[in-house]
């Protein structure tokens, strides 16, 4: 228990070290988790050799023909080895099949657009369909601005499905990680009738620096974080990367009605 | 017209606001504060009232019509419990069978330290969930500015109309250029580039239909013309909700839900073709 403390307090002291220097702030705090990419995830979280990822075929999504757009989601492409900011597949974790999407920062900080919303819900009803348990591992700083209207859409749309799988009995186990805010942490990021979070993942609605500029002061320490979620009450668990596997298996086999 | 200009006037402090509209709209209204969790949030306004002999339950963003009430209010911008309360009457119009109004006029959900602190993003995220299911016919009238998560989270509906001069986006102009170009200043091209006025909603098959503001849209109308003007904008709004209901009546609970739903599901469709949606197979 203590330990967990004193964690806490050591990364608490980082972030307000850094706080001055925003960039480094930033730096200290996406690079581990740029380091840790969605395939590293996939090894970590699912049975090896089970994962099998959905082969979803997308035409150019662009409506407001933003320039640029279309060219920097080519490159992304390349560098990240995904053709949005998700994967998402089938696999089993200690056996049990599962429904599993990772968000990817590296795209554009997992920004969602139409094909992300779109692959989301193809996600939740193949789920919802092969009467699998879902888990989403969340990770985005909110809607794809490059989308406009449409971008903001994809919350409706991606609630209204994940409510529908809910309702219809489907089990969907929502982990946060770092950051997960905006348009996304308002619609299927927290929707889950399990939510989990890794440590010091930002996690909100607002980020922090718009909020300093509403409210025109500094931000307590540890504001927004997973550990300050789990004490007001909208997180079941914070959950060490470590154990994510363990954690996972133990509430799938929790569900197992036989 | 410049987009924003529409931006403008959709901001306009003289535009109407939601008192106005249940107002001249509606009659009885009874007023409901508070989320029955422990507290109110006066940035949400809403009740029970008639239309035409029949109970209906209206709400929708407050902004205030002065200084003291654009406080009170804050603005128009409301927090977690604000959408709580939204939820909580919504949820008592499908209990009674009523149908659902809303107005949508927000520069967005408030991003402060309480708000956040209360489940900003669970609570919208909880409205647009809950939205999807609701058995009753819902309609959504964007007058002013509809904004951000903050706009949607009282407008998952049945059908969608927007004012001609108000506008309807992801985030606000000014937040766009500076998320996108690091430069607020840059707010005319962003509205321009954003697509963010009634006709461009329309177009992306977002919104259903157009109210005209023929005469009243613009601020500088003298009071006495506006007058007479936001009466026949009353009456547009009359007619459309009237039409709207008239479409759902006799329909199932079920269908209601339905329609809705795959109109959300479905909002982006002329953006992705049909083979992305059989690949599922695959697996």
């Not at chain 1, 056996?95 to 795209?107: C, D, Q, R, S, Y």
């Not at chain 2, 026949?232 to 009237?242: E, F, M, N, P, V």
Request: glycine share 10%; aromatic share 8%; net charge negative.
């Amino acid at each position: 228990m203590v330990n967990v403390v004193d964690q806490r307090k050591s990364k608490f002291n980082r972030y307000k070290n850094l706080r001055e220097n925003p960039t480094e702030l930033l730096d200290a705090v996406i690079k581990p988790v740029q380091e840790y990419g969605v395939r590293d995830r996939v090894k970590d979280i699912a049975d090896e050799g089970t994962f099998k990822e959905f082969e979803l075929k997308f035409p150019e999504t662009d409506p407001l023909e933003f320039e640029g757009y279309v060219g920097k989601k080519d490159e992304l492409r390349d560098e990240t080895d995904s053709h949005d900011a998700i994967i998402a597949g089938k696999c089993k974790i200690d056996g049990h099949p599962v429904v599993l999407a990772i968000m990817n920062k590296k795209f554009m900080m997992a920004s969602m657009g139409i094909e992300l919303g779109e692959t989301v819900c193809h996600a939740v009803e193949y789920a919802g369909k092969h009467k699998l348990p879902l888990i989403i591992f969340t990770a985005s700083g909110g809607a794809r601005m490059q989308e406009g209207i449409l971008s903001l859409m994809q919350m409706a749309k991606t609630s209204a499905v994940v409510e529908k799988f809910k309702q219809e009995g489907g089990l969907y186990i929502a982990v946060l990680t770092h950051p997960t805010t905006g348009g996304v942490s308002a619609s299927f990021a927290t929707l889950g009738d399990i939510t989990l979070a890794e440590p010091g993942a930002l996690i909100g609605f607002a980020g922090p620096r718009v909020i300093e500029q509403t409210i025109g002061e500094k931000l307590p320490e540890g504001f927004q974080r997973a550990e300050f979620l789990e004490e007001h009450g909208f997180v079941d668990a914070v959950v060490e990367r470590e154990k994510m596997k363990e954690v996972l298996s133990k509430i799938l086999k929790l569900h197992c009605v036989k | 017209m410049k987009a924003i200009e529409r931006v403008n006037i959709a901001r306009d402090k003289d535009r109407p606001k939601i008192t106005d509209y249940i107002d001249n709209v509606f009659t009885d209204f009874f007023e409901q504060k508070g989320d029955y969790l422990g507290k109110e949030d006066a940035s949400i306004y809403g009740g029970i009232a008639m239309f035409h002999g029949r109970p209906v339950t209206v709400l929708g963003h407050r902004k205030g019509k002065n200084v003291e009430e654009n406080v009170t209010c804050n603005f128009g911008m409301p927090g977690p419990e604000g959408y709580r309360k939204a939820l909580r009457l919504m949820k008592q119009a499908e209990k009674f069978g009523r149908p659902i109004i809303t107005f949508v006029d927000t520069p967005g959900a408030y991003p402060g330290l309480e708000a956040e602190m209360y489940g900003q993003a669970q609570a919208i995220a909880a409205n647009l969930a809950a939205m999807s299911t609701l058995k009753v016919p819902v309609i959504a009238i964007v007058t002013g500015e509809g904004s951000s998560g903050g706009a949607l989270g009282i407008a998952v509906a049945n059908k969608v109309y927007m004012l001609e001069n108000a506008i309807y986006s992801v985030l606000s102009p000014e937040g766009f250029a500076s998320i996108l170009w690091h430069d607020s200043a840059r707010r005319d091209e962003a509205a321009e580039v954003m697509k963010l006025t009634a006709k461009d909603l329309l177009d992306f098959g977002v919104i259903d239909e157009i109210i005209s503001e023929r005469g009243v849209g613009l601020s500088v109308v003298e009071k006495e013309q506006a007058g007479s003007a936001y009466d026949r904008l009353y009456a547009r709004i009359d007619k459309q909700i009237t039409a709207a209901l008239a479409e759902f009546e006799g329909k199932t609970p079920e269908s209601i839900a339905n329609q809705r739903f795959e109109k959300f599901r479905k909002i982006d469709e002329r953006f992705l073709d049909s083979e992305s949606l059989v690949q599922m197979g695959n697996v």
